[in-house]
């Protein structure tokens, strides 16, 4: 099987930079988000070993999983993931929901 290849859509980034910077705001400190991109960085090495997991949403192609704190949702096309969306699961703040 061809290596799997993770995609990130542009809302996903955008979400995930402004993740980054209210927890660099917060916390007066990067070492948090930091933590943060290495959890999801050794997510994202997992769902390449292992694309069957997550949960299954809406549709039959889309999934969601979580990374510490954050869950996102992919959509497979073999050997491809397309990361849709990026989230904090907590209390998300209303700044992150504009996009």
């Given at each position: 099987?061809?290596?799997?290849?993770?995609?990130?859509?542009?809302?996903?980034?955008?979400?995930?930079?402004?993740?980054?910077?209210?927890?660099?705001?917060?916390?007066?400190?990067?070492?948090?988000?930091?933590?943060?991109?290495?959890a999801i960085k050794e997510r994202i090495e997992l769902l390449k070993s292992h694309p069957e997991m997550g949960k299954k949403i809406i549709l039959e192609t889309q999934k969601k999983f979580l990374c510490g704190i954050t869950a996102t949702c992919t959509k497979l096309t073999n050997p491809k993931f397309l990361l849709l969306d990026f989230g904090i699961t907590d209390k998300t703040p209303k700044s992150f929901l504009i996009f």
């Amino acid at each position: 099987m061809d290596e799997l290849t993770i995609f990130w859509t542009q809302t996903a980034k955008r979400q995930s930079e402004h993740i980054f910077v209210y927890w660099n705001n917060r916390n007066k400190s990067k070492s948090y988000s930091k933590k943060l991109n290495f959890a999801i960085k050794e997510r994202i090495e997992l769902l390449k070993s292992h694309p069957e997991m997550g949960k299954k949403i809406i549709l039959e192609t889309q999934k969601k999983f979580l990374c510490g704190i954050t869950a996102t949702c992919t959509k497979l096309t073999n050997p491809k993931f397309l990361l849709l969306d990026f989230g904090i699961t907590d209390k998300t703040p209303k700044s992150f929901l504009i996009f």
